[in-house]
């Protein structure tokens, strides 16, 4: 079933979805201190591709730094990924058969304003990467 939801997100959103984070990533990745933003853009866009039998969990061994970089990420670069998945999801939501993706959308938007101290883990384990 996660195949067949992931193949019908990725014809819908999901790889205009990683374009944008690709974009993000190549654009940040252009300085040294930008990089991992970059690598980080392409981590959360490889998610936004395939994303279900995926979700996100803190890190604990993520700190300050971590909140420092999603505070220059939101600035550079998380708050028009954000608005990307709110246009998209609204988009789908107006149909009942996307619906559910409309909804995927949204629950991207909180790893898209603050991706760093996440992991992306399979949703049979989520306490792996603990």
Known sequence: MK??????WLVLSGF?????YLAAGLILCITIIGIPF????????????????YTTT???DS???SLVGNVLWLI??????ALGHIVTGLALCLTIIGIPFGVA???????SLMPLGREIVP???????R
């Not at 195949?3 to 019908?8: E, S």
């Not at 970059?38 to 279900?52: E, H, K, T």
């Not at 959308?105 to 790893?111: D, Q, T, W």
């Open 105 to 111: 959308n949204f629950k991207l938007i909180p790893v």
């Open 58 to 60: 803190d890190r604990r």
């Open 16 to 20: 205009w979805l990683f374009l944008g």
């Open 38 to 53: 970059g690598l980080a853009a392409f981590r959360i866009g490889i998610y936004a591709l395939w994303p279900f039998g």
């Open 123 to 129: 949703t049979d384990q989520p306490f792996a990467a």
């Open 63 to 65: 700190g300050a730094p």
């Open 3 to 8: 195949t067949i939801l992931n193949v019908i």
């Open 76 to 81: 550079l670069a998380g708050w028009w990924l």
